[in-house]
């Protein structure tokens, strides 16, 4: 995608019609039937020379605001990106290696995570670190029932 495709055009419309092309009604549907698959390759498969992950990751965004399901939003993001970086699950033990991955992950849900929900998410973070979950433990989705208590669906 260096060759900017992108960008150019209406990407919200791009992106709505690769995912009906797919036979998905929105793009939230669409993420919704891979819960675990990260957000570049969502990107890939709605259009590897047109669509980058940042693109889906505000169309998903957008259309959770409509929806009022913000929290859930976030606790899917949480989902890929550990599926990304712990693709094992959680580990046995934090070492230096598995705390950088841990810390990668985290580090990137808060940094796509929307300023209304910030502070939530850092608070959850913290909680996996000081309690950390069953090794092997990977979330499936985003009602996933560790998740649901780390961040219950209360709209800010």
Not at 20 to 31: C, D, H, I, K
């Amino acid at each position: 995608m260096s060759d900017g495709r992108a960008w150019q055009g209406n990407i919200k419309a791009r992106l709505y019609e690769r995912a009906r092309e797919r036979g998905y009604a929105s793009l939230t549907a669409f993420a919704e039937a891979r819960p675990t698959v990260p957000l570049y390759l969502l990107a890939e498969e709605l259009g590897k020379d047109d669509v980058a992950a940042v693109q889906v990751l505000s169309g998903l965004l957008a259309e959770a605001e409509q929806r009022k399901q913000v929290t859930r939003f976030v606790r899917d993001v949480l989902v890929r990106e550990l599926s990304e970086s712990l693709p094992n699950g959680w580990p046995t033990v934090l070492d230096d290696a598995n705390r950088g991955e841990v810390a990668m992950a985290l580090g990137t849900w808060t940094a796509y995570t929307p300023t209304t929900h910030k502070e939530r998410v850092r608070r959850a973070g913290d909680v996996l670190l000081a309690s950390p979950p069953p090794p092997g433990w990977r979330p499936l989705g985003p009602d996933d029932e560790l998740l649901l208590t780390l961040l219950p669906d209360e709209e800010a």
